[in-house]
Each structure stands twice: as C-alpha cells, then as structure tokens.
C-alpha cells in the first residue's frame, strides 16, 4: 500500500543570508492564487509580490518576519539570483515538479526521412 503521508517526508529547512528558515507545505489555492494576480509593470511591485510568496511558505510567524528583517538589510543584501532559486525550489517541492526552463531548441529543420517517391 503506498502511503502518501510518507511522500511528504523531506527537509524543508534552508539557509539563506545566514538564516535558517523552514518551509511549510501550503494548500494547493496558495499557488493557484498566484495564476489570477496582474503583471506588474514596474520591478519593485513584483520583488514585492516574491517576497510575499515566499513568506507565504514559510512555517513560522518568526521566520517570516526574520525573512522581511533579512530584506530589509542594505549591507549584505541577497541578490536577485538567490531570490530566484529559492522561490523556483519551494514551488519545485510544493508541487513535485521541477520549473527548470525548457531546453533550446534546435535551429533548422533538422534531418527527416527521405521523400517518398510517386510512381
């Protein structure tokens, strides 16, 4: 019998800028959520929105308000890189599926078979 209970058994602790957080496993609505809010134009509007998605994952009150604290810092601050890899890993095991883009593609038409021939 599989037990889906036991799928669920990974670390969910990291480290980032220092901190140790832990990240909680959300309902399915937090994510679908996201699918229905605007584009921001501006690129502050959408740090923000990250940040808010982040702390939507994370377990406690005090790891979310050390995470806005860890923001916040101007000496030492996280770049947008490692802002990025950790959001794309809590989505990649919120929902078992990794957000890796996709592979290029091949310039050209490529080989195919040779054409058939009408007798």
């Known amino acids: 019998m599989r037990n889906f209970d036991e799928d669920l058994d990974q670390d969910l602790g990291f ?10 496993y959300v309902r399915p609505e937090v994510l679908a959520s996201w ?9 502050e509007d959408v740090l923000k ?8 994952f994370l377990e406690t009150e005090d790891m ?5 604290a860890l923001r916040a810092r101007e000496e030492d601050a996280l770049p ?15 929902t078992s599926r990794p957000t ?8 050209g038409r490529g080989k195919t078979a040779p054409s058939s021939k009408a007798a």
């Open 15 to 24: 480290q980032i800028g220092g901190e140790s957080y832990r990240m909680r």
């Open 35 to 43: 699918e229905d809010e605007p584009l921001e134009e501006k690129s």
């Open 49 to 56: 929105r990250q940040d808010m998605r982040i702390v939507q």
């Open 64 to 68: 979310r308000k050390r995470w806005m």
């Open 80 to 94: 947008l890189v490692k802002l990025n890899e950790l959001l794309r890993w809590m989505v990649e095991v919120q």
């Open 100 to 107: 890796n883009p996709p592979s290029p593609l091949v310039a």
